[in-house]
C-alpha cells in the first residue's frame, strides 16, 4: 500500500466555498487510484474561501508518473446546491514527486472534472492516452462553450452571449467586482453628483457653470487640463501624452488637401516651413478617417463633426506647437486655415473641433477597435484552440483576463442602440459602424508592433513623448519574457509548424479578427519561433500597456468636457471673424450630452479594487522551474521601469503615468 498526500486549494474569492463532499482520483502512467472521499479534521471548513487542506489518498500500488486528476463533489441531504471554485491541488508522491495541478474554475454538483499536472505540453509532446483524450474533451467542451458571432458586418468577431450570466462561468468578473461595477450612466452620474443635468437638454450658458459641475470630481491632471486646456503647447502635448498618442507623425510632405504655405504661419526660430520640414521638425494629425461621415442627432439636433487636418513645430525649446488648422478634408473658400494669429475665438473654435474629432476617433479606433475588441479576438481564440496544459494557455489566460464580460457590458451599455456613446457622441448611431469598419481595414499588423509603428510615424526623436519611451521599454520587457518561455518550450522552428493546436490559434485570428485580409499583414500561420514570439508580445502588449495608455487618462483629459467634447452641435465657422464665448458655448455639447459624457469617461477609467498589475500572476499556471524564474525576473524588469518611471515624473508638470507598470492592468478589464 501507498500512500500520496493531496493538499487542495480553495480561491480566496466570494461563494468559492462548498460545504458538499469533496472527491479525487488520482491518474498516472501505470494506474489510478480508486475514487477516495476527501475528509480531514477540518471537516466542512476544509473547503471554505481560501482554505489550504492536506488528505491521504491511498492506493495499492503506485500510479507512476501523474497524468491528471478527477474532481467532482455531491450534494448532501437538505444542503443546497453549491459551486466551488478550487485554485489548485498538488499531489506528493512515495517517490518524493511533487505535481502542482493548476485548476482555476468553478465545479458544480455531481460534475466530475479532470484536469491536467501542471507541466506544460505541446501536442506533440503529450504521449499518454489518457492525456491526449482529455486534450481532446477539452476542447470539443471549449467549441459548445465559446462560440463566434458578428456584432456587424466588416468588424471583428466576437463571445456569443445573450448576457453576462450566460458566459462560461470561468470568465465571469469575480463576485467583488460585479458587486462594486455598476456599469452604467446612472452610477457613474451619481458618483459626480451630475444627477438631473442628464436631463437639460439645453446648451451651457457660461464656463462657470461648466467649472461648478466639474469641481464636484477631479484629479491633479484634470485640474491641471481644466486651467490650461486653452494653451497651444498643451494642445500639441496632447498628441503626445493624453489618451490618444498613436495618430500623430511626421511630415516630410505637406498632404496635398492642405494647402499650407510658408508666408501663411508663423515659424518659431529662424527657419520657414520648407526648411522646418527638412529638418524634420514639422509633424501632422490628419483625421481623414472621419471625412464623409453624417454626425449623430442629439437631443432632436443636429451635430457636427469634422475631419481636420493639424500641423504642428518642434519648437526650439521643444515644445511641440500648433501652427495650422483646417476642419475639413476638401479646401474650398468656406474651409479656411486657421492659425494662432488669428483671433482668440477662431483660433480656440478651430481647436475644439480638433478635440472633439480626436475623442471619436479615439474611442472607436485608438480605445475599441484596436484594444477591446481584438483582445476579445485573442481571448476567445485562445479558449476555443488551446488546451490548459499548453504553454501558450499558461502564458496568455492572465491577460484575457475579465476582457469577455467587460466587453459585452461595452456593447450593451455604451454602443448598442440605447448605449450612452450611441445617443450622445457626434460618432454615434450609422457613423459608427463606418468608423469601425473603415479602422479595421487601416490597421496593420505593424501599427500594432510598437517600435515598428513608432518608426513608421517617423517619432523616435521628438523630445517629451512619453508614452513612446515608456511604451518600447515596456514592450522590450514583455518581449525579452515571452522569447524565454516560448524558446523554452519550443527549441525549432518544425515545432512551431507542427502545432496545429498553435497554428489554429493564429489562424482564427486572423479570419475572424482580420477577416482574412491579407494586406494587414497579421499571419494565418507561424513558421519560426522568433515570428511567435514576435506576435505573443504584440498580443500581451495590446492587452496590456497599449490598453492602459488609451484608456486609463480618459477621466484626466476629458473630465473637464471643453477640452475633449463628446459632440459639438454647430457647424464650424465658414469665415473668420464670427465667433465669439457665445458661439463657442452654443457649439458645445448640451447640458445633458456632458453630464453623461463626463460619467461615462469616469466610469472608464476607475480602476476596480480587484486590479491585477503587469506580471503579476495570482493564478499558477507555470509549475516548472525555468518559467517561474522567467516570471520573477519579468516581475523584476517590471519594478525597475515603475521605480525609473516615478523618478522622472516627480520632475514633469503633467507626469505620464498612465504606462507605469505599477498602474497597466495585466488584461483589458475595464
Known sequence: MVVYEVTVSTGNRASATTLNNVFIKLVGTNGESDRTWLIGLKGKASFYKGAVSTFCVTCPNSIGKLVLIELDKQGLPFFPQDSWFPSKVEVKSPEGDL???????????????????????????DKHHLGLHNRQQELKQRHEDYHWDIYVEGIPHYMEADDPLSLPREVHFSF????????????????????????????WTDFESINSVFWNRWTSISDYVQEHWKDDDFFGFQFLNGVNPILIQRCTALPQNFPVTDDMVFIHGPNNLTQEMKNGNIYLC?????????????NGKQQYMMAPLILLQKTPDDKLMPIAIQLKQTPAADNPIFFPTDSEYDWLTAKIFVRSADFNWHQLNAHLLRTHLLAEVFAVSLLRNVPMVHPLYKLIIPHTRDTLQINFLARRLLIAEEGVFTKFAASGGDAMVEILRRSLSLTSYTSLCLPSDISDRGMKSLPNYYYRDDGLRIWGIINRFVDGILKYHYKNDAEVQ???????????????????????GIPDKFTTVPELVHFVTMVIFTCSAQHAAVNSGQYDYGGWMPNTPITLQRPPPTTKGTTSEATMLQTLPDINATAQGM?????????????????????????????????????????????????????LAVPYTYMDPEEVENSVAI
Open 498 to 520: 507542427q502545432d496545429t493546436e498553435l497554428q489554429k490559434w493564429v489562424g482564427d485570428i486572423f479570419e475572424y479578427g482580420f477577416l482574412g485580409q491579407r494586406d494587414t
Open 99 to 125: 505535481y502542482h495541478v493548476p485548476i482555476y474554475r468553478w465545479i458544480d454538483d455531481s460534475e466530475v472534472v479532470r484536469f491536467r499536472e501542471g507541466r506544460a505540453l505541446m501536442l506533440s509532446q
Open 286 to 298: 490628419d483625421y481623414k478617417l472621419l471625412d464623409g461621415l453624417t454626425a449623430n442627432v442629439v
Open 599 to 651: 460619467a461615462t469617461v469616469w466610469l472608464l477609467s476607475k480602476q476596480s479594487s480587484d486590479f491585477v498589475s503587469l506580471g503579476r500572476y495570482p493564478e499558477e499556471h507555470f509549475s516548472e522551474e525555468i518559467p517561474k524564474k522567467l516570471i520573477k525576473d519579468f516581475q523584476g524588469e517590471l519594478k525597475d521601469l515603475s521605480a525609473a518611471i516615478k523618478a522622472r515624473n516627480k520632475k
Open 176 to 203: 467583488t467586482k460585479t458587486v462594486e461595477f455598476a456599469y452604467t450612466a446612472s452610477a457613474g452620474l451619481t458618483e459626480l453628483h451630475l444627477k438631473g443635468l442628464d436631463e437639460l437638454k439645453e446648451p
